[in-house]
T-cell receptor, first 116, second 115 residues
């Protein structure tokens, strides 16, 4: 079973629309970390956010917001008023302890296309 | 502060040829990672270094892949000989240390095409 599931393979929205990218994870650890990365066409993964398992507060950063719900093992990402520059592949990732070291598992990514 | 540097950005080789990728992590970052990213997939860990020690290389195909991190700073990943299926993006990342609290920062990757 996949540890990180991003069911949406591709999403297209028109500029200024809001869009939510889903992420569902699976872990037996009580302490873990969740991440979102953005991968634009240039290829570099850009860190967006890190959330630990004990902090369920939602976070907002400009047009970006994240909804972490342990009850449903979800860590969804919403972009408000999308822009063309938001077009990229977005990856959700889970970090768990593996023998004292962190092991990060990435989802398969959601490709977001924002149409002008 | 400079980010993770990788070179080359692109490499095209014929099968059975050797190839090497270089990575310089963010200054002060003790942990370095090499990932493989196939088209349409997320990155998959190949090897992780704590300083100069490879602490997790369980996913590295050791018959043809090798890596080193001399002096615990920059690192080289080598494939010899390359196969058609090795065509992918090879990403390098670094973090301050190995704890789960530390974020991994990625380089731009090397896109390898094996003909």
């Amino acid at each position: 079973a996949q540890k990180v599931t991003q069911a949406q393979t591709e999403i297209s929205v028109v500029e200024k629309e809001d869009v939510t990218l889903d992420c569902v994870y699976e872990t037996r650890d009580t302490t873990y970390y969740l991440f979102w990365y953005k991968q634009p066409p240039s290829g570099e993964l850009v860190f967006l956010i890190r959330r630990n398992s004990f902090d369920e507060q939602n976070e907002i950063s400009g047009r970006y917001s994240w909804n972490f719900q342990k009850s449903t093992s979800s860590f969804n990402f919403t972009i408000t008023a999308s822009q063309v520059v938001d077009s990229a592949v977005y990856f959700c990732a889970l970090s768990e302890d593996s023998g004292g070291y962190q092991k990060v598992t990435f989802g398969t990514g959601t490709k977001l296309q924002v149409i002008p | 502060e400079a980010g993770v540097v990788q070179s080359p950005r692109y490499k095209i080789i014929e099968k059975k040829q050797p190839v090497a990728f270089w990575c310089n992590p963010i200054s002060g970052h003790n942990t370095l990672y090499w990932y493989l990213q196939n088209l349409g997939q997320g990155p998959e860990l190949l090897i992780r270094y704590e300083n100069e020690e490879a602490v997790d290389d369980s996913q590295l195909p050791k018959d043809r892949f090798s890596a080193e991190r001399l002096k615990g700073v920059d690192s080289t990943l080598k494939i010899q000989p390359a196969e058609l299926g090795d065509s992918a993006v090879y990403l390098c990342a670094s973090s301050l240390d190995h704890r789960g609290t530390d974020t991994q920062y990625f380089g731009p990757g090397t896109r390898l095409t094996v003909l």
